[in-house]
């Protein structure tokens, strides 16, 4: 009840009627010329104030030794828990570990997978996770940028690109 209470207070009522989305939306790009940020990244901000990081003991599976260099971020990780897809396929010497969450729909259940962009070393276990989970479209919320350890996990031109049993084809 008081971690209901507090976020009421803090948060106030964040609900959007569906046709005044797109004025809210921008009023929250615009800049807080208070704190000379975005209302969109204060809102943010206050999620992580909302929402403390999880225990280390939580998050056993992020933190083995095996998986570690799978995380992107060591602050962003899946907590055991909560809904983390496994991958089944198996490949020789990869643990069933990814860096991912599901994430509910509006009307389904786990109906989508979150993921950080692939690193050099986990875009096998992604292709793992598209192809075990019958993943069918992708939407990447970042652009790829090769400077900041974005790897390229797709063809970008006609042809095709082998990571262990996948072979991916830009068609």
Not at 50 to 62: G, V
Not at 64 to 87: A, G
Not at 148 to 168: I, L, N, R
Request: aromatic share 10%; glycine share 4%; proline share 6%.
């Amino acid at each position: 009840v008081y971690d209901a209470l507090l976020e009421a207070l803090k948060s106030g009522d964040t609900s959007i009627p569906c046709v005044e989305f797109r004025q809210r939306y921008a009023d929250l790009c615009s800049i807080n010329e208070e704190t000379n940020k975005m209302k969109l990244q204060e809102e943010f901000e206050l999620l992580g104030v909302m929402s403390p990081p999880p225990e280390t003991s939580t998050c056993k599976d992020a933190m083995d030794p095996e998986n570690r260099d799978k995380n992107r971020n060591m602050d962003i990780i899946p907590i055991d828990n909560m809904s983390r897809p496994y991958l089944f396929t198996y490949i020789a010497g990869a643990t069933d570990y990814i860096n991912a969450v599901f994430v509910d729909g509006y009307k389904q259940r786990d109906a989508f997978i979150m993921t950080q962009h692939p690193l050099v070393n986990t875009v096998m276990d992604f292709w793992t996770m598209v192809y075990d989970h019958d993943c069918k479209t992708i939407i990447m919320m970042n652009t790829a940028d090769e400077s900041e350890d974005c790897t390229a996990y797709f063809p970008t031109d006609a042809g095709s690109q082998v990571h262990g049993p996948f072979t991916v084809e830009t068609i």
